[in-house]
């Protein structure tokens, strides 16, 4: 149902349908440089999505996502070096994963993307979403992309938690996203100063 799928001893995220016809979405200054990457945990490597992969990253792609056929351009859309994953050694699956991409799936935004952040809910709270998400925040800049941009949802609070540390900030291109970005801050414990 909804695309989103649970694996036996991998639970999916819960489905929520969105109450607003607008994406959020965020920005990154390209004069803030790149972020130090977290150590990868022991037990799991960082590396690039390989040919091989397909099978796993569906597995884990429709653990948090309802978006079906979307990979393809995806994969036509990630910059060299790009996509990472997080394999868990023990499983062998993949557990974390986000994508630095060319261009962009939003009109107000020209650069590079940052894309499908997730973390197999199994594997939550060891880091794994803040480092690939990391990885990715420093290919955009070594790629020179200038204010690179991504999407999200309000109830994807903690991607944007990570997002914030990082240094992603939020694009308000239609008047109720203040008031949507306040309650997402609150709900994090932030103050949201709108920029």
Same mark, same amino acid.
């Given at each position: 149902?909804?695309?989103?799928? =649970?694996?036996?001893?991998?639970? =999916?995220?819960?489905?929520? %349908?969105q109450k607003y016809s607008s994406q959020l979405e965020m920005v990154r200054p390209s004069s803030l440089g790149p972020?130090?990457?977290?150590?990868?945990?022991?037990?799991?490597?960082?590396?690039?999505?390989?040919?091989?992969?397909?099978?796993?990253?569906?597995?884990?792609?429709?653990?948090?996502? =309802?978006?079906?056929? @979307? $990979?393809?351009? /995806?994969?036509? @859309?990630?910059?060299?070096?790009?996509?990472?994953?997080?394999?868990? $050694?023990?499983?062998? #699956?993949?557990?974390?994963?986000?994508?630095?991409?060319?261009?962009?799936?939003?009109?107000?935004?020209q650069t590079g993307q940052l894309g499908w952040l997730m973390t197999d809910p199994s594997h939550t709270r060891r880091?794994?979403? /803040?480092?690939?998400?990391? =990885?990715? /925040? #420093?290919?955009?800049?070594?790629?020179?992309?200038? @204010?690179?941009?991504?999407?999200? %949802?309000?109830?994807?609070?903690?991607?944007?938690?990570?997002?914030?540390?990082?240094?992603? @900030?939020?694009?308000?291109?239609?008047?109720?996203? %203040?008031?949507?970005?306040? #309650?997402?801050?609150?709900?994090?414990?932030? %103050? $949201?100063?709108?920029r």
């Amino acid at each position: 149902m909804y695309g989103i799928r =649970a694996l036996p001893g991998r639970p =999916a995220y819960s489905f929520v %349908e969105q109450k607003y016809s607008s994406q959020l979405e965020m920005v990154r200054p390209s004069s803030l440089g790149p972020v130090e990457l977290p150590p990868v945990p022991a037990g799991y490597g960082l590396r690039q999505f390989r040919k091989g992969d397909e099978g796993p990253y569906d597995d884990l792609f429709h653990l948090a996502f =309802a978006d079906d056929g @979307r $990979f393809p351009e /995806t994969l036509g @859309r990630t910059l060299e070096g790009g996509f990472f994953v997080i394999e868990h $050694f023990a499983s062998h #699956n993949l557990v974390a994963s986000c994508v630095a991409m060319r261009g962009s799936s939003s009109p107000r935004h020209q650069t590079g993307q940052l894309g499908w952040l997730m973390t197999d809910p199994s594997h939550t709270r060891r880091g794994l979403g /803040t480092l690939v998400a990391a =990885a990715v /925040t #420093n290919r955009l800049v070594a790629e020179g992309c200038d @204010r690179p941009f991504l999407g999200t %949802e309000d109830f994807r609070t903690p991607a944007m938690a990570i997002y914030i540390h990082l240094g992603w @900030r939020p694009y308000l291109y239609r008047e109720e996203m %203040e008031a949507r970005w306040q #309650n997402i801050y609150q709900s994090l414990g932030l %103050e $949201f100063v709108a920029r």
